[in-house]
């Protein structure tokens, strides 16, 4: 089946240690894309790849790097400078620019 | 640039009432229009799209939504929801112009009670 995997489903880590969440998606998509979503706020965008080797800033991208060396994968590494990472994170890719985005399951990261 | 406002935060119906979930919209250009729903600590998963052509669009699970240009909405509607209804949904606006990015607004939690 197509889709997008993110992994894990869950995730924790202390305060001053970076993690990079997992994306990877088999539906041939050239964009793709990392929210964040908080409770009560809608999703945010943190960084958006059109193809590969290339890759964009979103709103709220400081604290976040990611990259994209292969079309199925774009992780996302949350680093010690990003001030308030405790949050849900999905991963979504698109067929072209202004398409739906399909969704993975989301990531929820707890750092204490 | 975009944005999305949805009116209602929380929806409460009863179970095999009607709903209307309500989204406005703002853009300077013409655009594509989106909802989504999310079950709990799940991803997003596509209920139907505006891309062109009829303003009324029918999606998954008995929804609909009709665009209209002149103010500016693309309301969601069932007919009659069931308790498997109960989950959030975002409206999502992208304009035509080639950005490829999605605007989401602030949710809607619909709660079906038995």
């Known amino acids: 089946d197509g889709g997008i995997t993110q992994s894990p489903k869950y995730l924790f880590r202390k305060e001053g240690q970076n993690v990079t969440l997992s994306c990877e998606q088999n539906?041939?998509?050239?964009?793709m894309y990392w929210y964040r979503q908080d409770p009560g706020q809608g999703l945010r965008l943190i960084y958006y790849s059109q193809i590969v080797n290339d890759f964009q800033k979103g709103d709220i991208a400081e604290g976040y790097s990611v990259s994209r060396e292969k079309k199925e994968s774009f992780p996302l590494t949350v680093t010690s400078a990003q001030k308030n990472p405790t949050a849900f994170y999905l991963c979504?890719?698109?067929?072209?620019?202004?398409?739906?985005?399909?969704f993975g399951p989301g990531t929820r990261l707890t750092v204490t | 640039a975009q944005s999305v406002t949805q009116l209602d935060s929380q929806v409460p119906v009863f179970e095999e009432a009607p709903v209307e979930l309500r989204c406005n919209y703002s853009s300077s250009v013409s655009v594509y229009l989106f909802w989504y729903v999310q079950y709990p600590n799940q991803g997003l998963q596509l209920l139907l799209k505006y891309l062109s052509g009829s303003t009324l669009v029918k999606g998954i699970n008995g929804f609909e939504a009709e665009f209209n240009k002149s103010q500016t909405s693309f309301h969601l509607r069932k007919p009659s929801v069931h308790i498997s209804d109960t989950a959030e949904y975002f409206c999502a606006v992208s304009d035509q112009t080639g950005a490829n990015n999605l605007f989401f607004g602030t949710g809607t939690r619909l709660t079906v009670i038995p």
């Open positions: 539906l041939n998509h050239d964009a």
């Open positions: 979504a890719s698109s067929i072209a620019d202004g398409y739906e985005q399909y």
